[in-house]
């Protein structure tokens, strides 16, 4: 066991850091193809390339786990947000809706108004 041990480290080592250097060399790569020519940018070197994945990874990536902090909803509190954004957005509310039987013109009406014609 020790022995497999021995072999997985440097490997998992040797395995990070050739990644690394992949993604700055990429990032290098594509920049200086594509936005030099387009808009004008300066050309960037491999350290710059790196930290502009970093700052990805940071801003929009996360950092790489499997499981993600984002939750699942259930459907109540599905309907809870949908309600609360209609009445923001100042669409009349239904007790119809609140069950999900409202029909789609009853749903988008806005307040105040009435989807049916009146006539008077």
Request: include cysteine; charged fraction near 20%.
């Amino acid at each position: 066991m020790r022995k497999k041990w021995l072999f997985i480290i440097p490997a998992a080592i040797v395995g990070m850091l050739l990644f690394v250097f992949i993604g700055g060399k990429v990032v290098q790569l594509l920049w200086n193809w594509l936005l030099p020519p387009l808009f004008g940018f300066p050309a960037v070197t491999f350290w710059q390339g790196l930290g502009l994945l970093a700052l990805c990874r940071i801003l929009f990536g996360g950092h790489g786990f499997s499981g993600s902090s984002s939750r699942r909803y259930t459907s109540d509190e599905r309907t809870r947000f949908r309600q609360r954004i209609r009445e923001r957005l100042g669409f009349k509310p239904t007790d119809a809706r609140a069950t999900g039987q409202a029909s789609e013109d009853e749903a988008c009406a806005p307040a105040g108004t009435s989807s049916r014609s009146s006539t008077s």
